[in-house]
C-alpha cells in the first residue's frame, strides 16, 4: 500500500488540510502537486491498495478547471481516495460532489470525503488563520475516523457527499493580480502559475482571459509587488461579508 498527498493548492491553504488528513498513516506518503502548468499526469497510475487524499480549494463552488483536468489524466486503477473540498468560510457548494465523480471517472473509489475550512485567497480576512489550532486537532481526527473505515470496510460503499447537478455556474472574478513597481521581473510568479497566465518574457502583466484568480502569483512573489485592484477588492469584501462571517465548520463525510 502506499500513501498519496495529492492537491492543488495554490495559497497553501488546501496543501496545509491534506497534510493533516494524510497523519493517521505511518506509512510515508508521496505529495503530487496538480498546479504544475502543462503537467503530465499520465503518469500515475495506482492500483486497489493504494490510499489518496486529494484535495482541492472551491472556487464559487466549483472544483477548479486545471485541477480538473489533472485528476482526469490520472489512472486511479481502483485506488481508495478520499475528495477532500477546502473553502473560504462561505460555502463549498458543488465542489465536493464535482471532485468525488470525477475521481470515480478517472477509476478511483471514493470512500470518504471531507469539507474543511482554509484562509480565503483573495478576501483573507474571512476565515483568517485557518486552519488554527482548533481545525488541526479536528482535522487529526477526521484522519484517524477515515483510516478507520477504509481499514474495517476496505472496499466500503461509495462515499454519499453534498453538491448538486447540474453543477453550479462559476464564470470566475473580475479580480486580476498585476505587478507594481517593485516587481524585478524574476520570474517567479510565472513559473508557478497554475495557467500559464503570466508570461515569463514579461512577468509584471498577466493574460485576463487565462488568469483564474487563484493568488498563487501574489503568494509567491518574494517583492510583494503583485497585488489585486484594491478598490475592486474593497468592494468585493462589502459584498461577501455576510455570507462569509462567521466560523463555518469542518466536516467528514465516512
Given at each position: ?5 495529492i ?8 496543501k496545509?488540510?491534506?497534510d493533516?488528513l ?6 510515508e ?9 502543462q503537467?503530465d499526469y499520465?503518469?500515475y ?5 493504494d490510499?489518496?487524499?486529494?484535495g ?8 477548479p ?5 489533472a485528476?482526469?489524466?490520472m ?9 477532500v ?11 465536493l ?5 470525477a475521481?470515480t ?8 470525503a471531507?469539507a474543511?475550512?482554509?484562509e480565503h485567497?483573495v ?7 485557518r486552519?488554527?489550532?482548533?481545525d488541526r486537532?479536528?482535522l487529526?481526527?477526521f484522519?484517524k475516523r ?6 474495517r ?7 454519499k ?7 453550479r455556474?462559476y464564470?470566475?472574478i473580475p479580480l486580476?493580480?498585476k505587478?507594481?513597481k517593485?516587481c524585478t ?8 502559475c497554475?495557467v500559464?497566465?503570466i508570461p515569463?518574457?514579461n ?7 487565462k488568469?483564474?484568480s ?8 518574494p517583492?510583494?509587488?503583485r497585488n ?5 477588492l474593497?468592494?468585493a469584501s462589502v ?5 462569509c ?8 463525510f465516512?
Open positions: 500500500m502506499k500513501l498519496y498527498d492537491y492543488f493548492s495554490p495559497t497553501g491553504g488546501t496545509t488540510v491534506t493533516i494524510c497523519r493517521a498513516w505511518e506509512e506518503k508521496q505529495e503530487i502537486d496538480l498546479s504544475v502548468f503537467g499520465t503518469r497510475v495506482f492500483d486497489k491498495e490510499i489518496c487524499v486529494v482541492v480549494p472551491s472556487f464559487g463552488g466549483r472544483v478547471k486545471a485541477a480538473l483536468d485528476v482526469r489524466q489512472k486511479g486503477g481502483g485506488a481508495q481516495a478520499v475528495p473540498a477546502v473553502y473560504g468560510n462561505r460555502e463549498y457548494d458543488d465542489t460532489l464535482e471532485l468525488e465523480e475521481l471517472d478517472a477509476g478511483f473509489h471514493c470512500t470518504a471531507a474543511a475550512v482554509a485567497s478576501m483573507r480576512q474571512f476565515g483568517a488563520g486552519p488554527d489550532e482548533k486537532a479536528e487529526g481526527e484522519s477515515i483510516k478507520e473505515k477504509l481499514e470496510h476496505n472496499r466500503g460503499e461509495k462515499v457527499v453534498p453538491g448538486n447537478k447540474p453543477y455556474n464564470s470566475g486580476k493580480p505587478a507594481g517593485r521581473k524574476c520570474g517567479g510568479c510565472a513559473a508557478k497554475p500559464g497566465a515569463a518574457q512577468p509584471s502583466e498577466v493574460d485576463k482571459e488568469c483564474i487563484c493568488m498563487r502569483c501574489i503568494s509567491v512573489c517583492q510583494k509587488a489585486v485592484n484594491q478598490i475592486m474593497r468592494a459584498k461577501m461579508k455576510k455570507t462571517s462567521g466560523r463555518k465548520e469542518n466536516k467528514v465516512l
